[in-house]
């Protein structure tokens, strides 16, 4: 009989070694990767963060539940109340809803799989980085000073210096006493201290302070940054510069001539140019203002300007009216002494001088005697 219980013994083991679950099926489950979108949070930002596992054993092994809990970073989404079998060598990925509710750090929430039948659980610090730098901003380009209706070129520089990339970046630019074109623009993605640079022309009508306000989004997290610029009015040192020389004065009847030089000592053209005699002088024909056109950068003209002025009045204005490219008027003015020059000529109620008269009377008489002359001939 002795064989005959060996050989029960022995079926029942086959039978149980078949029939048990694999004890070692637990310890094959491994955690293959984790993600988190954006790749790194700032303090307030909402973010998805997946973790991967992957069964290496060769026996399918029952997952109870999945979550994830933690400090600095805490989960906003509820966890796998129910996970299931995950076959030998099958993979599966846990999507997790988190929001960084602490500092600046590397915070290292809990990922947690229960498994079933008492055969414990897996636990896995994932690693979440969260820093606060933001995207900066520079104007690398200005004029030097600005002027009231003068349109000016501002070039404005967004660099990236966090550690991963930001997208949707734009600058809009916000104030009162300017007008402005483009009234936003859009630079898009940034990588990682990456860069990129928008142009605005910017019109003043006072001075002010405009802001240009850069946004961008850190995954779906919408973040912003300012960056002032005072508008100052002063001198530009770029614009048109009309300058009178070579001035001769001289007397005509009633008033005064003066011929010379105007030249655009500036950096930017002179357009519109006009030159006319100031008060106390008052413009009298043929040349009350002197129409010179335009007059770019190291450019020269001749002009004359005609007029009269009260006994007593030592020096006149000579004034060099202009425009801009925009548009803009702009005076420059000249003091020009008279009180050397010669007494203007006499006039007459029908505008001739005296030696203007003396003239044609000495050709009536010429004339008179002509026809006398011959007169007495015949």
Not at 58 to 73: D, K, N, P
Not at 185 to 205: E, K
Request: negative net charge.
């Amino acid at each position: 009989m002795k064989p005959f219980y060996l050989l029960i013994i022995s079926l029942l083991c086959a039978v149980a070694a078949v029939a048990a679950p694999a004890s070692a099926g637990p310890a094959d489950i491994t955690v293959t990767s984790s993600s988190l979108d954006p790749t790194v949070l700032m303090k307030g930002d909402t973010g998805t963060l997946t973790v991967a596992i992957q069964n290496n054993g060769a026996e399918t092994v029952a997952i109870r539940s999945a979550r994830l809990y933690g400090s600095g970073v805490v989960p906003l989404s509820e966890s796998y109340a129910s996970v299931g079998e995950i076959g030998a060598g099958n993979s599966k990925t846990f999507t997790f809803t988190v929001r960084a509710d602490g500092g600046e750090g590397t915070f290292y929430p809990i990922f947690v799989l229960d498994f079933r039948d008492g055969a414990g659980s897996l636990r896995y610090p994932v690693p979440v980085q969260v820093e606060n730098t933001p995207l900066s901003a520079s104007v690398i380009e200005k004029p030097d000073a600005f002027a009231a209706g003068r349109t000016a070129d501002i070039t404005v520089r967004v660099g990236n210096p966090r550690p991963n990339a930001a997208s949707g970046v734009q600058v809009i630019p916000q104030g009162t006493n300017f007008t402005v074109t483009p009234t936003s623009a859009f630079i898009g993605a940034l990588a990682a201290d990456g860069s990129g640079t928008v142009v605005f022309n910017l019109t003043p009508t006072a001075e002010t302070t405009a802001t240009f306000q850069v946004v961008w989004r850190n995954g779906i997290n919408t973040h912003t940054a300012d960056l002032a610029l005072p508008i100052v009015f002063g001198e530009d040192k770029r614009q048109a510069d009309p300058v009178i020389t070579n001035v001769e004065v001289t007397p005509i009847a009633g008033g005064y001539r003066i011929v010379g030089d105007v030249m655009n000592a500036g950096l930017e053209s002179a357009r519109s140019v006009l030159v006319t005699p100031g008060a106390p002088a008052t413009p009298t024909d043929p040349f009350r203002v002197y129409v010179v056109g335009t007059l770019d950068p190291d450019d020269i003209s001749t002009f004359e300007v005609t007029f009269k002025a009260d006994a007593g009045v030592t020096e006149v204005p000579v004034v060099v009216e202009y425009r801009d490219d925009d548009g803009n008027r702009y005076t420059a003015t000249t003091l020009v002494g008279i009180d050397s020059a010669a007494a203007p000529l006499e006039e007459r109620d029908g505008g001739l001088p005296v030696a203007g008269i003396v003239v044609v009377a000495l050709v009536a008489l010429g004339i008179a005697g002509a026809i006398y002359y011959s007169w007495r001939r015949t």
